[in-house]
């Protein structure tokens, strides 16, 4: 039994590796000397503090944090009620709904651009003939964004709502609570987690995206995938390996506290049916 487990655990091991040495290979360059990406010649913290002196990698990260922020709430927001709004739907208009939900998300990140920006040069061809300035920019960013967002908060969300029983919301409204009520004080912290989960994958799909971005912003905005693509032209600065291991030991560090919060609350929920039975 003992052996059989080897072949997987190898398996595992190789998984692990191919995943995770790029980024152990990145984190040791970002304190390499010199600007060698093949050879370590010794350690130093200058590319960290050029990194903070650097204005345009500072304010394209400002922005970046400022635009996933944003599109997150509004994404969740948005996916939340329209998850809540599916489960109560009929079946057969649902399955059409969730199958339109699940489009965007196979769907290619190129041809999700292409089609936002003609969309969004269309509206402002609309716009300009009215005699009004637009064109695009931080809006058509961040309206793209949240767009690409919502089928991920959805998905998120609606096999927490599976889990519910169908009696709890019409408990709530026979104790007395109104219909808003009962969804904001019962069936919102049922569902929270798939929320949380929702609107932690948003922020991160719009933190990583590059293609979408590309096609939907106009020249005066940059978004950080955008500024260092620019930079692969010519040669990669030290300083985006420090950015990047800024940002892994500033995800890992919340996924690490996001574990253990969840850790004792499922240990509390736990305390609480024991002493109750």
């Known amino acids: 039994m003992k052996h059989s487990r080897v072949p997987g655990r190898v398996l595992q091991g190789f998984i692990a590796v191919f995943l995770y040495a790029p980024i152990l290979v990145l984190i040791v360059f ?3 000397a010199t600007k060698s990406r093949v050879k370590f010649e010794g350690f130093t913290l200058d590319w960290y503090a050029k990194l903070f002196e650097d204005r ?3 304010s394209a990260l400002y922005l970046t944090l400022v635009l996933a922020v944003l599109s997150a709430l509004a994404a969740t927001v948005i996916g939340t009620v329209s998850a809540i709004g599916l489960h109560n739907m009929k079946r057969r208009p649902r399955k059409a709904l969730l199958a339109l939900n699940n489009i965007p998300v196979v769907n290619p990140d190129i041809i999700t651009g292409v089609s936002l920006m003609l ?3 269309l509206c402002v061809s609309f716009l300009r003939s009215l005699g009004l300035r637009a064109g695009l920019g931080f809006t058509t960013l961040l309206l793209a964004h949240v767009t690409f967002n919502i089928p991920y908060v959805i998905l998120s969300v609606m096999p927490k709502l599976r889990q519910l029983s169908r009696n709890t919301y019409e408990a709530a409204l026979d ?6 009520q009962a969804y904001r004080r019962v069936i919102l912290p049922e569902i929270m987690p798939g929320v949380v989960s929702g609107a932690i994958i948003a922020f991160t799909m719009s933190i990583d995206d590059f293609l979408i971005s590309y096609f939907t912003t106009g020249t005066s905005v940059q978004t950080l995938p955008m500024v260092i693509y620019a930079m692969t032209r010519k040669r990669i600065s030290p ?6 291991t800024l940002m892994f030991l500033t995800v890992l560090v919340l996924l690490i506290v996001i574990n253990i919060l969840q850790s004792r609350d499922q240990k509390e929920k736990e305390r609480r049916f024991r002493a109750v039975s």
């Open 30 to 32: 970002s304190f390499n």
């Open 56 to 58: 345009q990698v500072l």
């Open 119 to 121: 969309v969004f040069l």
């Open 175 to 180: 104790l007395g609570a109104n219909p808003f």
């Open 239 to 244: 300083e985006i390996n420090a950015l990047s």
